[in-house]
């Protein structure tokens, strides 16, 4: 789940704030960078600024700023996007390896394809139709909806809200963590999870904590284990709860 820590503050990160060593890709210290569509292109960092990549551009290395938005047109193919204060957008058709925030929402476009993780801590993903994550989704805090996507590992937050729509897929679990004890506080709302009408979790609904379930009568599941069961979900028949 904490990827997002990682990939952002990596060895050519650290060393380019803490030393100010040249990396071997392109860097800019305050300054956004904009990669040309249809251009070719090594990664690409900077420290105060956004980066957005063009239509059907190909980036070979990673893409990574501290405090900016990464945004990538259609049809582009990256490696690994990370951001620490800042957004990730994936549109139509792009491909990425890894996609990870701290602090700002991820989003993957139509028919675009991550073939690692897709990571956050403080905040929304979203998943739009003919979508694919190949591994693990997560969050700590912040809604998810899983518009007809697919993802090929877990799906697992601690306090967002969890949508699963218009035929949605997770080969995994869907797990909803227990928070931290310091986190806990007695009079916080419960996360709302929505199985809709024709999702599948291959898996398992894994509860840690107590949580509002809505499970359509068409949606397929593996089951519901933790602290609650199926017998404590309401089930529904429309389009949603």
Not at 52 to 69: F, I
Not at 106 to 133: C, M, T, W
Not at 157 to 176: E, F, I, K, P
Request: proline share 2%.
């Amino acid at each position: 789940m904490f990827n997002a820590f990682r990939s952002v503050f990596s060895a050519t990160t650290a060393c380019i704030m803490l030393t100010g060593c040249a990396p071997a890709q392109a860097f800019d210290m305050n300054k956004s960078i904009d990669v040309d569509a249809g251009s070719q292109s090594d990664g690409q960092s900077t420290l105060n600024g956004s980066i957005s990549v063009g239509n059907a551009a190909v980036v070979s290395g990673g893409l990574e700023t501290v405090n900016g938005t990464i945004r990538i047109d259609e049809n582009a193919r990256i490696q690994n996007a990370s951001t620490v204060n800042g957004s990730v957008r994936l549109a139509a058709g792009a491909s990425a390896r890894d996609v990870s925030s701290v602090n700002g929402s991820v989003s993957i476009g139509d028919i675009a394809v991550v073939d690692g993780e897709v990571s956050v801590v403080n905040g929304r993903i979203n998943l739009q139709p003919g979508s694919s994550v190949g591994q693990d989704v997560s969050n700590v805090n912040g809604s998810i909806h899983i518009g007809g996507g697919e993802i090929g590992g877990d799906l697992t937050t601690v306090n967002g809200d969890v949508t699963l729509s218009d035929n949605a897929l997770v080969q995994g679990d869907l797990v909803v963590r227990k928070p931290r004890t310091g986190d806990f506080d007695a009079g916080r709302r419960k996360p709302t999870v929505v199985i809709g009408p024709g999702a599948r979790v291959a898996g398992t609904i894994r509860l840690e904590q107590e949580v509002e379930l809505y499970i359509s009568d068409s949606a397929q599941f593996g089951g519901v284990s933790g602290v609650m069961t199926l017998d404590d979900a309401v089930r529904f028949s429309g389009r949603r709860p």
